[in-house]
């Protein structure tokens, strides 16, 4: 297994798009040439080598064969693992926004937080959180009609607004609240809330979201049956009926 660790030379004042810290863009390179990596610091362009200090094994390997560890502060480095296919990427401490973009396979673990847009239409692999993520975890940017369609994403805080909106498919787990709209126009997939939430699947087609806690309900969602769910009773409601909605809104009885 080859492991690379990446550390910044400093604090920095101005963002960097680093989307070239990923294990497949490391992969073939040795370690001069990743060094050599382009990345973007406001409109300046930059060597990796020249804001972050890069260190580990010089033999490239395959992207599943490789470890990249993050060391200290990258919530100013934007675009972390994006397209990452395979490998391992963790993160010590919090990460920048659009972190796992387009993500297809592999692990992004991060430590502490991520800023918003976080794995951001990602089809596939695994994104884990163990502080609070921003607004629009899972979803599809400006203008898309699918945010993530495959994958599995888990935040062991909470997240921010508009949680999976497009969803279409994969899973995402949240363990604390999350902002307004979570699943607003989902399309698929499963999304769970462990705490509580602010009118949840606006506009949702397909697809499941279930709410631990709290979780004020839109007026255009019909409320079916009570059922059970390890131990514990939720209400179920169908929706968005003002979408002609076929998904499922769960929320914990006594929570609504």
Request: proline content about 2%; hydrophobic content about 40%; charged content about 20%.
């Amino acid at each position: 297994m080859r492991s690379i660790t990446i550390t910044p030379q400093k604090a920095f004042c101005i963002s960097v798009e680093a989307e070239n810290i990923s294990p497949d863009k490391f992969a073939p390179l040795t370690l001069s040439q990743i060094k050599s990596l382009v990345v973007w610091q406001g409109n300046r362009q930059k060597t990796l080598s020249e804001l972050f200090v890069v260190e580990g094994d010089d033999a490239p390997a395959k992207a599943e064969e490789l470890t990249i560890r993050l060391i200290g502060d990258f919530s100013q480095v934007k675009r972390i693992g994006e397209g990452m296919t395979a490998g391992v990427v963790l993160a010590e401490e919090s990460v920048g926004m659009h972190a796992g973009n387009n993500m297809l396979g592999g692990l992004l673990s991060i430590s502490g937080s991520a800023d918003d847009w976080l794995a951001r239409e990602m089809r596939g692999g695994k994104v884990l959180v163990m502080g609070n993520a921003g607004n629009y975890v899972g979803s599809g940017y400006r203008g898309e009609k699918c945010g993530m369609r495959g994958g599995e994403i888990e935040v062991r805080g909470s997240a921010g607004a508009f949680l999976g909106e497009h969803l279409c498919g994969g899973s995402i787990r949240i363990a604390g609240d999350a902002g307004d709209f979570a699943g607003a126009a989902n399309q698929g997939g499963t999304i769970f809330i462990g705490g509580s939430t602010y009118l949840p699947g606006a506009e949702m087609s397909k697809g499941t979201i279930t709410v631990k806690g709290e979780a004020k309900v839109l007026p255009s969602f019909q409320k079916t049956e009570i059922v059970q769910i390890d131990g514990l009773a939720f209400q179920k409601y169908a929706g968005d009926l003002v979408d002609n909605g076929k998904g499922e809104l769960l929320v914990g009885v006594g929570s609504s």
